[in-house]
């Protein structure tokens, strides 16, 4: 079969993988109907994470089963499934207490690389959710953005205590930051400030539910939410860039006693002790723990009550994924759609 593999900094080519097999019985292997290119995937295309050889890229995706392994139960040849970026058993303490991608056996998708035409799913029975049906073809685009980043902006929300009635800033206009809006939304924020500069990102965080727009970064930002919300910061701040920069937004944005989600995957981010004593904000976040959302999001999703997959705005064959990397990187495409 044929993958992308990135080989160096901006280096990513579509080539001949070795064909996944079942390699223990709790296993699956999946024929891929549609996966994406990551914000988190620009790290390494920037340069960001060490490339110490040529290693597979990818961890979204939505296909149909081909095969399972002897001890897989919940998903048969012929489902149409997703899963999350992170393997996970579904039965360990960490698991059963709602944070999967944490799982003692978690195994990163990345590492398989989901950019491909097949992919093997380990623990496929704790790790793949089947869809009601065969999804309806403009359905593909919103399931497949449940693999990640919906799920992602979701519990960026969660952790950020989203409730009715609150103020929501969103750091961040990438998918993941726009599916925050979304989510805040669903769970009842009454107002949404989304920052961004981009006027078609813009667009499209007021189609998702964001009430108000903030241009403005660092201090001047920090002072145009203030003056939106009293003077006093927002109730719940999603953080989906992972910079200091944005860190240090998120937190100066949060009012005190208020709660920031962060879910923009971390680099190079320290924080000073006395900003955190003195912002007095709640700070959970980390690699969302999106498997335990995705039967409620393939749901809403499955109901047309949500459409996530406005986020892509770009599809390619997958043969041109790195065409896809360099739409992505040069910031011509929110979210790149390949299709195998
Ligand atoms: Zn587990």
New binding site residues.
């Given amino acids: 079969m044929y993958g992308a593999v990135i080989h160096a900094p901006g280096d990513v080519r579509f080539e001949q993988r070795p064909d996944p097999q079942i390699e223990q019985p709790t296993d699956a292997v999946i024929r891929m109907l549609a996966t994406c290119v990551c914000g988190s995937d620009l790290w390494s295309y920037r340069g960001a994470n060490p490339i110490r050889r040529p290693t597979p890229m990818g961890h979204e995706y939505l296909g149909v089963v081909e095969e399972v392994g002897a001890d897989v139960r919940a998903v048969r040849p012929g489902d149409v499934v997703i899963g999350s970026f992170f393997a ?9 207490s709602g944070y ?1 991608s ?5 195994i990163g998708m990345g590492s398989l690389g989901a950019q491909a035409e097949r992919l093997r799913v380990p ?1 496929a029975d ?1 790790t793949l959710v089947a869809t009601p049906g065969t999804p309806d073809a403009d359905l593909i685009p919103s399931l497949l953005a449940a693999s990640d980043v919906l799920g992602t902006g979701w519990f960026g929300a969660e952790a950020a205590a989203v409730r009715p009635g609150k103020t929501v800033v969103v750091v961040g206009d990438g998918a993941v930051g726009l599916l925050g809006v979304l989510a805040a939304r669903v769970q009842g924020a009454e107002r949404i400030i989304a920052m961004s500069r981009h006027a078609d990102r813009q667009r499209l965080a007021r189609t998702f539910g964001a009430t108000d727009i903030v241009e403005e970064r660092g201090d001047e930002g920090v002072a145009r939410v203030k003056d939106l919300t009293d003077g006093l910061g927002a109730h719940s701040t999603i953080e989906a860039v992972g910079t200091q920069e944005s860190m240090l937004q998120a937190i100066r944005s949060t009012r005190a006693g208020g709660h920031v989600g962060f879910v923009g995957v971390s680099h190079g981010v320290e924080l000073s002790g006395q900003l955190l004593f003195y912002s007095e904000v709640h700070l959970f976040g980390g690699p969302a723990p999106v498997r335990r959302f995705l039967p409620d999001l393939i749901g809403r999703i499955w109901r047309r009550e949500i459409d996530p997959g406005l986020v892509f705005d770009l599809t390619l064959p997958l043969s041109e994924v790195a065409e896809g990397y360099r739409a992505m990187d040069e910031r011509r495409a929110i979210k790149v759609l390949l299709q195998p």
């Fill in positions: 996970s058993d579904g039965t360990c303490e960490i698991c059963r999967p944490r799982c003692v056996q978690a623990l704790g």
